[in-house]
């Protein structure tokens, strides 16, 4: 039987994803384990670190239950990971290959708070930093971890016109979420394919038969 050994193309998407993930995992620890919740460090007028936690999905969103995300999230992760490795299988683009490896490392990335920071932190409050306990004496039950944020850019602020209807007079900030390592990455992975993907997105197919067709990427062999 024949083997199939990892090609130029898988080894990268592995190592971007691992790669990803350790940076994600770094900065996280690092603010989880150094900052009081709801600290802030001002790098520059328009950038600060700013260290939240949340329940729900990317830039703090919360609108479907906490053990149904995480379970959403597995499922999305698994399926993603499928389909990443039948498009390096089948020599897709490089761009397409990358892309996909951005969107998988960064919902893994949140999937592992969701998963273990419940069991191996303490919580983190105004006034106590969380530190490392050992799993299963954390803050919070299996699957029900909150994920780490902390990138807030806050471009520019001002006062809405007294004149503006419903919002008047309010103070407004461009671009309040605070938000993560992995939740960049998922966005530019998306964001990127919308722009230069487009092809593939309209061919999606999880069979494994389409998966096993003729190589069509940049690699493709030619007579």
């Not at 407004?172 to 092809?199: E, H, M, Q």
């Amino acid at each position: 039987m024949a083997r199939h050994f990892p090609s130029a193309k898988g080894w990268v998407a592995l190592i971007a994803v691992v790669l990803i993930l350790v940076v994600d995992q770094i900065i996280k620890v690092e603010v989880k384990t150094s900052m009081y919740l709801h600290e802030s460090i001002r790098v520059t007028d328009w950038f600060y670190i700013t260290f939240v936690e949340n329940n729900g999905m990317a830039y703090g969103m919360t609108f479907i239950n906490k053990l149904v995300l995480t379970f959403f999230r597995m499922a999305a992760i698994a399926v993603i990971a499928v389909y990443l490795y039948r498009q390096v299988r089948k020599n897709a683009r490089w761009v397409y290959v990358v892309c996909l490896a951005l969107v998988l490392a960064g919902a893994a990335g949140n999937l592992i708070d969701c998963i273990a920071y419940g069991q191996v932190f303490t919580a983190s409050t105004s006034d106590t930093i969380a530190h490392f306990v050992p799993w299963g004496q954390g803050y919070e039950e299996i699957f029900r971890g909150r994920v780490v944020d902390m990138l807030y850019f806050p471009l520019f602020e001002t006062d809405l016109p007294q004149w503006l209807p419903i919002w008047g007079g309010e103070h407004y900030i461009f671009f309040s979420p605070v938000f993560n390592f992995a939740d960049s990455c998922i966005t530019s992975g998306v964001i990127a394919l919308l722009l230069f993907c487009r092809k593939e997105l309209a061919t999606i197919s999880f069979s494994k038969d389409a998966a096993d067709k003729q190589p069509e990427g940049d690699d493709a062999p030619t007579e």
